[in-house]
């Protein structure tokens, strides 16, 4: 049986005080009337009401009854760009203030010409490593067939410094496994003065203490983060690897004898043997989400701090202690899309069946709420860098710096406070 008890609403959108009115008095001169303006940042803030406590009396318990969240986290972020992260806006990140975005990838290629030696698979070999292509990604939200498109458009470009045809690294969409793939679109020639193309990609380094698999990574969104947990960076012969320098998977020209050469001649300098699942044609990502993150962790110091059970999570970089409702960023009805949900911006309402429930004390009213808003990886939700669909794209393309961007859309929380009941009796069961 449940308590009587009350309603506490809160939004994102109370954050906001003050400002200015423009006051046209019977047709006179317009007046402006000015107050202070009091706003803070849409994943991080505290309200509470002016003149007394936002729910007044005994209260022995707090739900969370219904969550209404627009979500306008885009698929790619571009933390380059000033009013990005939680450290204020117009500050750019960079070094120890640098927070991980999911917006680069570099694309490393190498170029093996056949030398003139005799037989199918005796000729020299001579490797060229052409170095890193930069492959960066605007901001913006991303289907897996947008995202596969942009990204082989880059690269391509990028190939094109290096004489590589177009085409011959390709990264396409799958729509029935919804799954981006990755591919050396060549086949092996062996035969004296032929040309191969080796491709491999990797992420962009940032100062993360060997935390880079927890932490945003366009190589995660495009669903390689298993892939490459499973076959990190290895050193490879040296002609791919120049120092023993470590490489991820290298995707090599289709029928590429990645066993090994028989019949082997003294003197004759072979094609590269790589390890064991770093030599592949094709490489197939996990099914695409299109999400930056796949749900949203509410926390409140405020109104778990009567608890003595604390929440927990498996994050492997920081626990949560004060988590009052995770938001997963899915509908709740369970079919097939054409695109995955969140490739576009819609709105997540959710009424919980198994809600929250946070001990408070009776001796005490609520004069305060805080609520905290983190993603999948720790880290408090970024801002929202400047974004533009392509088509209000202007040409020339507009710099950011004159972008005005909004943020996203206020969400709303609805709790349920129950009253402390003193006239219960205790259910001691049959007595004679």
């Known amino acids: 049986m449940q308590h009587s008890n009350a309603v506490m609403a809160t939004s994102s959108f109370d954050r906001m005080d003050g400002g200015a009115n423009i006051v046209n008095d019977a047709g006179g001169a317009p007046t402006t009337v000015t107050g202070p303006v009091i706003t803070q940042p849409y994943s991080k ?15 022995n318990k707090i739900r969370v009854a219904e969550v209404l ?3 306008g986290i885009p698929t790619v972020i571009d933390d380059s760009v000033n009013g990005i ?3 204020g806006d117009g500050v750019p990140f960079s070094g120890a203030n640098q927070v991980p975005s999911n917006n680069i990838l570099y694309l490393q290629s190498w170029t093996m010409t056949n030398g003139a030696g005799a037989g199918a698979l005796q000729a020299p070999a001579t490797v060229v490593d052409n170095s890193y292509k930069v492959l960066s990604i605007p901001t913006g939200f991303y289907t897996g067939t947008e995202l596969s498109a942009i990204l082989q458009t880059a690269a391509n470009t990028a190939m094109a410094t290096l004489a590589i045809p177009a085409g011959t690294f390709k990264i396409a969409y799958d729509t029935t496994t919804n799954a981006i793939v990755l591919q050396n679109n060549t086949q092996f020639d062996n035969t004296a003065g032929a040309i191969n193309y080796f491709f491999s990609l990797t992420w962009k380094t940032i100062p993360l203490a060997g935390r880079s698999v927890n932490q945003p990574n366009l190589l995660w969104t495009l669903g390689l983060r298993d892939i490459y947990a499973r076959f990190p960076p290895v050193p490879q012969d040296p002609r791919f690897s120049p120092a023993n320098e470590p490489r991820s998977p290298i995707l090599v020209p289709n029928q590429y004898p990645v066993g090994g050469f028989p019949g082997g001649l003294p003197g004759v300098i072979y094609p590269p043997v790589l390890p064991f699942g770093y030599g592949v044609n094709t490489i197939v990502g ?5 999400l930056y993150t796949q749900y949203l962790d ?6 778990c701090q009567a608890q003595y059970v604390r929440d927990g999570n498996t994050n492997q970089n920081v626990i949560r202690r004060d988590l009052i409702a995770r938001v997963y960023i899915a509908t709740e009805v369970s079919t097939a899309t054409a695109d995955p949900i969140g490739t576009r911006p819609f709105t997540i309402h959710r009424q919980f069946k198994n809600a929250k ?4 004390t009776a001796e005490r009213s609520i004069d305060s709420i805080d609520l905290t808003l983190f993603d999948q990886f720790g880290n408090q939700v970024p801002l929202l860098p400047p974004m533009l669909g392509s088509a209000l794209q202007l040409a020339p393309v507009v710099p950011t710096r004159l972008i005005l961007q909004g943020q996203p859309a206020d969400y709303a929380i609805t ?11 205790h259910n001691n069961g049959y007595q004679m």
Do not use: A
């Open 415 to 425: 709790f349920l406070v129950d009253e402390h009941d003193e006239t219960l009796e």
């Open 69 to 71: 969240l627009p979500y």
């Open 45 to 59: 803030f505290r309200v509470q009401t002016l003149g007394g406590n936002i729910v007044q009396g005994q209260i």
């Open 298 to 303: 509410i926390c409140s110091p405020s109104l």
């Open 85 to 87: 992260g939680p450290i």
């Open 286 to 290: 996990s099914t695409y989400t299109g």
């Open 357 to 360: 429930v946070m001990k408070w």
